[in-house]
C-alpha cells in the first residue's frame, strides 16, 4: 500500500521557536507539496519541490522554507513559529500531477 | 488567475439518499483535470473520482458520478445512496498543465444522517 508519512500528527510549539515538519513518501515520487489547510480557505500551497534540491514557492511562502535532500523526503520548516501559523499541515506526493495527489494524514500544529 | 469555488459549505443528507455537491471553477485553459477528494474525519485526504477536460463523458466511481459541464465550468459531484461513511470534508480541486499544480476550493462539509 502506498504511502505518504508524515512525523507528527498533532504538535505543540512556542512563539519563535524553529519547527521541522517531515513528510516521507515510499512511492518514488518526483513531485512533493506542503499545503497548509484552514477552515473556509481549503488547502493553499506553500512549497512544491519537482526534483531533489529543487523548489518552487506556492500561493503562500511566506514565513516558511522547505529542504529536499533525498527524493522520499520533503520537509517544511517554520523558520520563526507564529500564532497565525497555527493550522494543519498537509503533505501530498505525485508521479504526474494530472494522476492527483498521495496525501499523508496531516500534521495540526498549534503554536502558543 | 484560476480559482476555484464551492459555494456550500455545509450539507447533509439521510442515509440511502442522493446529494449532490456543487463546485465551479474559472480557467482560460482548454486543456485541465478536475478531481474531487474526500477528507474523513480521520482527516486522510482521498481521491473520490478524476475528470478529464477533453472527455465530454462524465466520470463515475461506483456510486460517485460527476456532471462535467465544461462551457458553464460546473463540475459537481453526485452521491447515490449515501452511506454513513460518506460523512466527510469534500473538496474539488483543479489542475491544468500551465498553473503546475492542484488548486482547491474552500471545501463542504457533508454529513450523513441514519
Known amino acids: 500500500d502506498v504511502k505518504v508519512t508524515q512525523s507528527s500528527r498533532y504538535l505543540v510549539k512556542r512563539t519563535g521557536e524553529k519547527v521541522f515538519l517531515e513528510c516521507v513518501q515510499d512511492m518514488d515520487h518526483e513531485n512533493m507539496f506542503w499545503y497548509r489547510q484552514d477552515p473556509g480557505l481549503g488547502l493553499r500551497l506553500i512549497y512544491f519541490?519537482?526534483?531533489?534540491?529543487?523548489?518552487e514557492k506556492g500561493d503562500i511562502p511566506e514565513g516558511y522554507s522547505v529542504s529536499r535532500e533525498k527524493k522520499e523526503r520533503f520537509s517544511l520548516i517554520l523558520e520563526s513559529a507564529s500564532t497565525n501559523q497555527t493550522s494543519m499541515y498537509l503533505c501530498?506526493?505525485?508521479?504526474?500531477?494530472?494522476?492527483?495527489?498521495?496525501f499523508g494524514s496531516g500534521t495540526r500544529l498549534t503554536v502558543v | 488567475a484560476q480559482t476555484v469555488t464551492q459555494s456550500q459549505p455545509e450539507m447533509s443528507v439521510q442515509e440511502a439518499e442522493t446529494v449532490t455537491l456543487s463546485c465551479t471553477y474559472d480557467t482560460s485553459e482548454n486543456n485541465y483535470y478536475l478531481f474531487w477528494y474526500k477528507q474523513p474525519p480521520s482527516r486522510q485526504m482521498i481521491l473520490v473520482i478524476r475528470q478529464e477536460a477533453y472527455k465530454q463523458q462524465n466520470a463515475t466511481e461506483n456510486r460517485f458520478s460527476v456532471n462535467f459541464q465544461k462551457a458553464a465550468k460546473s463540475f459537481s459531484l453526485k452521491i447515490s445512496d449515501s452511506q454513513l461513511g460518506d460523512t466527510a470534508m469534500y473538496f474539488c480541486?483543479?489542475?491544468?498543465?500551465?498553473?503546475?499544480?492542484?488548486?482547491f476550493g474552500q471545501g463542504t462539509e457533508l454529513s450523513v444522517k441514519p
Open positions: 480541486a483543479f489542475y491544468s498543465n500551465q498553473g503546475g499544480k492542484l488548486i
Open positions: 501530498a506526493s505525485s508521479a504526474g500531477q494530472h494522476y492527483g495527489y498521495t
Open positions: 519541490s519537482y526534483d531533489v534540491k529543487m523548489k
